[in-house]
């Protein structure tokens, strides 16, 4: 099982740009949740999703969207990219809801310029 | 609404000294308690957990026990070592406060870890 993987694993972008952080698994796990990590900040949930077709507002979810249309991808999509959103950005599942074992992927290192 | 507090680091022990890494929490209800674990350059990782009050969670030698009475769960072990090196966070998930509400997972801000040999 590859786990839980991310890409890119850095990424540098100018404000304005749009891209989608890609994230995906083969645990056929139901839930999936996006956080950033910022300094001194610990993790904050900005999307997460129960399953395929349902997904839902975390923390801090303005300027990120989501979908889930399969089971195994839940990408993360920055609609117009601004300095603050310059982040590490770490994308986890987990078999049926979160309070078993979050498995975590190795984050996206997100530049904004 | 559910928080978590950790003890701020970053903190520096030699080999083979006890660590202690306090985590207090406010939930409504009874969480379920974590303990994850990033080395460096990596994602977090679960280290352990408890769900009820005085349960002990252990794993590679740490440990921390549920205590309801401080809302407490700190984080210990008797001997660490240079691989232990990380950012450690405390987290929990709050129980539903109503039926069909969502659970979250809820992180601390996380306490650098270095152990020197």
């Known amino acids: 099982n590859a786990g839980v993987t991310q890409t890119p694993k850095f990424q540098v972008l100018k404000t304005g740009q749009s891209m989608t952080l890609q994230c995906a698994q083969d645990?056929?796990?139901?839930?999936m949740s996006w956080y950033r990590q910022d300094p001194g900040m610990g993790l904050r949930l900005i999307h997460y999703?129960?399953?395929?077709?349902?997904?839902d507002q975390g923390e801090v979810p303005n300027g990120y969207n989501v979908s889930r249309s399969t089971t195994e991808d839940f990408p993360l999509r920055l609609l117009s990219a601004a300095p603050s959103q310059t982040s590490v950005y770490f994308c986890?599942?987990?078999?049926?809801?979160?309070?078993?074992?979050?498995?975590f992927g190795p984050g996206t290192r997100l530049t904004v310029l | 609404g559910d928080s978590v507090t950790q003890m701020e680091g970053p903190v520096t022990l030699s080999e083979e000294a006890f660590l202690t890494i306090n985590c207090t929490y406010t939930a409504t209800g009874y969480p379920s308690l974590f303990w994850y674990v990033q080395y460096p350059g990596e994602g977090l990782q679960l280290l352990l957990k408890?769900?009820?009050?005085?349960d002990k969670g252990s794993n590679k030698g740490f440990e921390a026990t549920y205590r309801k009475e401080t809302t407490s769960f700190h984080l210990e072990k008797g001997s660490v070592q240079v691989s232990d090196s990380a950012v450690y966070f405390c987290?929990?998930?709050?129980?539903?406060?109503?039926?069909?509400?969502?659970?979250?997972?809820?992180f601390g801000k996380g306490t650098k870890l270095t152990v020197n040999p």
């Open positions: 645990m056929n796990h139901e839930y």
């Open positions: 987290a929990l998930v709050a129980k539903r406060a109503l039926e069909g509400g969502s659970e979250k997972l809820v």
């Open positions: 986890a599942s987990s078999y049926g809801s979160v309070r078993n074992e979050q498995f």
């Open positions: 408890a769900t009820k009050a005085d």
């Open positions: 999703s129960v399953g395929a077709g349902i997904t």
